[in-house]
């Protein structure tokens, strides 16, 4: 199982990145899908998740109206599309698989290694 994430940065507040999750070795549209940052010194946050389908999506309350998740199951890839960025936006980002979309990293079968994104004032 392999879940690469790929797509983060340094940016400064008020902009945008657009990180992608490119996953292998389970069956990739029977799993929900999620994103979780951990900034410096603080816990593993549940960000956005998006079930199988993409039919249906949750957000992390401060992300709502800036962060849209996204899937593409032909491709095997989801997505988090981050709009107007905030310093305290800045962590290191990490994709997971699990059977359902729940905002509980350990509801999560797998992860990837993480992207750092970078947010300056």
């Known amino acids: 199982v392999q879940l690469q994430a790929s797509g983060g940065g340094a940016v400064q507040a008020g902009g945008s990145l657009k990180l992608s999750c490119a996953a292998s070795?389970?069956?990739?549209?029977?799993?929900?899908m999620g994103w979780f940052r951990q900034a410096p010194g603080r816990e593993r946050e549940f960000v956005a998740a998006?079930?199988?389908?993409?039919?249906?999506?949750y957000y992390e309350e401060s992300v709502k109206g800036r962060f849209t998740i996204s899937r593409d199951n032909a491709k095997n890839t989801v997505y988090l599309q981050m709009n107007r960025l905030k310093p305290e936006d800045t962590a290191v980002y990490f994709c997971?698989?699990?059977?359902?979309?729940?905002?509980?990293?350990?509801?999560?079968?797998?992860w990837g290694q993480g992207t750092l994104v970078t947010v300056s004032s």
């Open positions: 070795g389970f069956p990739f549209d029977d799993y929900g």
């Open positions: 997971a698989a699990g059977r359902l979309a729940l905002p509980r990293a350990d509801e999560y079968d797998y």
């Open positions: 998006i079930t199988w389908s993409g039919g249906s999506t």
